[in-house]
């Protein structure tokens, strides 16, 4: 919970992007591999929004999420060239 909402926060203290940063060693220590890139942090933060809602979300919704966020992650990579 802590690492979800330092995902959707913004304009974090040096404190708090340690914290996260900390947070995503252990993930990643347990998982194997976890939000190594920006484009997944991104997508993370996104998924923190809308758990925090706590509406369930259609599958339409949902189709329509999954769309914008990767119409931006490739808006993202065309920047980055």
Known sequence: ERHRGLLRKSGLSQEE????EQLEA???NRLGRYADTSL????????????????PLSVEEKDHIREKVLNRMR???????
């Open 17 to 20: 992007r340690k914290q996260r």
């Open 75 to 81: 808006q993202h990579q065309v920047e980055q060239r």
């Open 26 to 28: 252990e993930l990643r």
């Open 40 to 55: 997944e942090r991104m997508a993370l933060g996104v998924v923190a929004e809308l758990i925090d809602q706590k509406k």
